[in-house]
């Protein structure tokens, strides 16, 4: 038995790890659905420890992506198109500059960088950018989630600016990211990275992931809008938070 799952499971991870694995995704996925954003930072977080290095990024891209299809298909009545279109213009060409160019941004100054500006983002004034503002978010997100990953504070505070009420923020927020990680997904395999010893595993985070996503919903529905957006302002101060952080003492 225990031969046949390891079989199932990537070299180097036990059957111990894919069931914290699992566990986790279907954990973190409850807390976006419900909240709104934070899910992907704390699964990165989980995944830095037990994933390989190489594989951490694509690998989380890929979970990413599935928990956040499953709450836009949940929520698609919510979706708004305008925006996820201008976003994803934005995301195509952050995608492929940052597939294209070899570089070793330092941690610590994306770390840094992405708690100032989520903190200025909610706290700060409100500049009216329009389509700009969505392309250019787009664009730098998913340039930096081909590096550091885990860039849904980044898009959450994008679409909070366009102010809309809890549902529509969530599934707007999950098709823009649906779309991001999928572009994520398609640069990685294209610079060669090998999904197929990780699938069987991924199915099982993104099936657990999807029923996170049902009970969520059940708590976002009965949150008052006002509620809603005071905790989504508290997860995004406490993750910048931990951002800055940990680009300065980490």
Known sequence: MEAEIAGLLPPGLSAVAA?????????????????????????LAVMAVLVPPAALIPVHGVVQAGSNVGRTLVLRRHVRVGPLLGFGIGSLGGAALGGLIVVDLPPAWVRTGLGLFILYAVWGPKPDLGRAGLWLGGGVSSFLTMFFGATGPFVATIVKRLEFDRLTHVGTFSACMSLQHGIKIAAFGALGFAFAPWLPLLAGMIASGFAGTLIGRQVLVRLQDRRFHRLLNIVLTLLAARLVWAGLFG
């Open 19 to 43: 069931a914290v694995l699992i566990a986790t995704a279907a954990v973190t996925s409850f807390l976006t659905a419900a909240v709104g954003v934070g899910g992907g930072v704390v699964l």
